[in-house]
């Protein structure tokens, strides 16, 4: 019986299966780097993040008990000595509460905003050109919406009114959203002392939240105004908000 020689593949078949192991591989790559943006980041800075405010809380006396009074006298500025020598070193001064984002919603707060050493590690970042809480003028902060722990996710999301709480070692400075804003990425106005009137003397102390502008694109940013409505001592007790 006649046996017939299996024809060889092609040049073009053998090109197209090499192309197409190619593209499976290249496929699974882009997955797993997808998955570790997404998933990965996420863990990684959600561990920082418990570590940084853990080491905060143990460094600063309690609060006291209760609900605190509410002061809207000039507010007690942060002592500057103590933050500057932190820049770019994701050593937390500060945490954000955000009500809106849920009971247990806490970040810490870092002098600069450096990408790998303090918004990597899903810290909000201080910019240091603009002012401190307490100080007449705009505390501006940057934050990710996605990856490295997105903590600033749903800040579109914030109503009017909502309310953001600066935690200090020594205060709490309860501020309320104003509005919204998306700029392009040049717009460095919205870090003026007065929010987007640069040049314009401080005349209120406000609160500037800066993150990306839409997810996973992020050639826009969106920003969120806030200005104080009241602050107190630590050691007087808690925001009624929080």
């Known amino acids: 019986m006649r046996r017939h020689a299996k024809a060889k593949p092609s040049a073009f078949s053998r090109v197209l299966g090499v192309t197409g192991e190619l593209l499976i591989t290249a496929g699974v790559v882009v997955l797993l780097f997808i998955l570790w943006q997404?998933?990965?980041?996420?863990?990684?800075?959600?561990?920082?993040?418990?570590?940084?405010?853990?080491?905060?809380?143990?460094?600063?006396?309690?609060s006291g008990d209760g609900i605190g009074t509410e002061h809207r006298d000039d507010p007690p500025v942060v002592d500057v000595d103590s933050i500057r020598p932190t820049i770019g070193t994701n050593n937390i001064w500060a945490i954000l509460h955000v009500p809106a984002f849920g009971d247990d919603y806490q970040v810490g707060i870092a002098e600069g905003v450096d990408l790998r050493t303090i918004l990597d590690q899903g810290s909000l970042g201080h910019y240091p050109e603009t002012?401190?809480?307490?100080?007449?003028?705009?505390?501006a902060l940057a934050g990710h919406r996605q990856t490295y722990g997105?903590?600033?996710?749903?800040?579109?999301?914030l109503e009017i009114g909502a309310p953001l709480i600066v935690e200090?070692?020594?205060?709490?400075?309860?501020?309320?959203?104003t509005e919204h804003e998306i700029v392009a990425p040049s717009a460095v106005e919205v870090l003026a002392p007065v929010p987007g009137d640069p040049g314009a003397a401080a005349d209120g102390h406000y609160l500037t939240l800066t993150t990306c502008h839409p997810p996973f694109v992020s050639n826009?940013?969106?920003?969120?105004?806030?200005?104080l409505d009241y602050w107190m001592p630590r050691s007087e007790g808690v925001p009624k908000e929080l």
């Open 38 to 62: 997404v998933w990965w980041t996420d863990i990684i800075a959600g561990r920082e993040q418990a570590r940084l405010v853990g080491n905060f809380y143990d460094e600063v006396a309690d």
């Open 131 to 139: 002012q401190l809480p307490g100080e007449p003028g705009n505390f």
């Open 150 to 157: 997105a903590p600033l996710w749903a800040q579109p999301d």
């Open 168 to 177: 200090t070692a020594d205060n709490f400075y309860v501020y309320r959203v």
């Open 220 to 227: 826009q940013r969106w920003i969120t105004y806030a200005e």
